[in-house]
């Protein structure tokens, strides 16, 4: 049976009262008190109870991650590192709440100062700005992951998604590859443009210009992408290479390459964006672009914790960088198609 905060007391010798404070770092108790109750605590594996706990303290220990959308453009590998990032932060401390935005009228009426004590959200584009406005008007510290807001003073960490890409590309470049094609993520994601300048970034940089017809959009998920590979192979000049703007369609991609009875890297290279888990273990393994959104997203829950305990809403830009890992799933082409 678990140990309650009186029991505790009782072991201490004090008052709950004084277990309370000390557990939350209360001025009106002793370094010395407090530094023995804490110990007292992790010796006896004391869990605290966070609607007790909120009684007290007039906080509701309950923070939420929210999304753009569940439905499309989150998929299930980002969705998982986002969610596993803030829960490696808040830990047993606070309730996480998840939840997506496509329903934005049903969310507000949920949301308010009473029930979060901060919000974090995985933003894609602008058209979640409505909800961080009523955010910071009900007073909740809100830290934006993913998505650089404009025109306001809020706390933002973000991937250099751009740099990124043109990594990418210049990679497929280097390796002999001059007809490229990108399938797009989601139109209205800042995600999917920086991802697309990148592109475009390193084919200019070449002497290059985007052609239109390499230029399909997807959804961030496997059927788009698969989707999007079968327009490309049916193009009357091909590509050799293909950047997808996300792991997901990057499998979509391989999937339809293989069902036209060709093979990654032998005849068509393909590069993804992400680095999700799963990425090492295809075959062959897929050479993509490492967007560490675990990182990202626990990055952010520390800034919101810092936030939440000083009352204050933290309005510092971050940018989390990529990486490049280069595995089996591009080719050389020395000589490319005319």
Do not use: W
């Not at 250099?160 to 890409?165: K, L």
């Not at 510092?316 to 000589?335: A, N």
């Amino acid at each position: 049976m678990s140990i309650t905060i009186k029991d505790l007391a009782r072991i201490a010798n004090v008052s709950h009262t004084t277990v309370s404070r000390a557990l939350n770092d209360s001025p009106l108790i002793s370094e010395e008190t407090k530094l023995r109750i804490k110990a007292l605590a992790e010796q006896y594996n004391y869990i605290p109870n966070i609607n007790a706990k909120s009684l007290v303290t007039d906080r509701s220990f309950q923070v939420g991650i929210f999304f753009s959308t569940l439905d499309q453009g989150t998929s299930p590998s980002f969705f998982y590192e986002a969610v596993r990032g803030v829960h490696r932060i808040l830990g047993s401390s606070y309730n996480l709440v998840v939840k997506g935005l496509d329903e934005l009228g049903e969310v507000r009426r949920t949301v308010n100062r009473k029930l979060f004590d901060g919000i974090l959200l995985m933003s894609q584009s602008a058209t979640d700005d409505e909800f961080i406005d009523y955010a910071l008007e009900q007073d909740i510290p809100i830290i934006v992951l993913n998505r650089k807001v404009e025109d306001r003073a809020i706390g933002n960490i973000v991937s250099a998604d751009r740099q990124g890409a043109q990594l990418a590309v210049d990679y497929l470049i280097h390796n002999g590859h001059s007809h490229i094609a990108i399938i797009r993520g989601r139109a209205g994601f800042q995600s999917a443009r920086a991802r697309t300048e990148g592109y475009m970034d390193a084919l200019r940089a070449s002497g290059m210009e985007p052609h239109p017809d390499y230029m399909p959009e997807g959804h961030y998920d496997v059927e788009s992408g698969y989707r999007c590979m079968k327009q490309l192979l049916h193009h009357k000049n091909p590509p050799t290479a293909v950047f997808c703007s996300n792991d997901d369609m990057a499998v979509g991609a391989m999937k339809a390459i293989h069902d036209k009875g060709l093979k990654v890297p032998d005849d068509i290279s393909v590069i993804g964006f992400d680095d999700s888990e799963f990425t090492a273990y295809l075959s062959p393994s897929l050479t993509t672009v490492k967007r560490p959104i675990e990182k990202i997203s626990r990055r952010g829950a520390e800034m919101l914790l810092q936030g939440m305990n000083e009352r204050v809403q933290s309005e510092t830009t971050e940018y989390v960088p990529t990486k490049l890992i280069i595995r089996d799933s591009v080719s050389t082409k020395k000589q490319p198609n005319s």
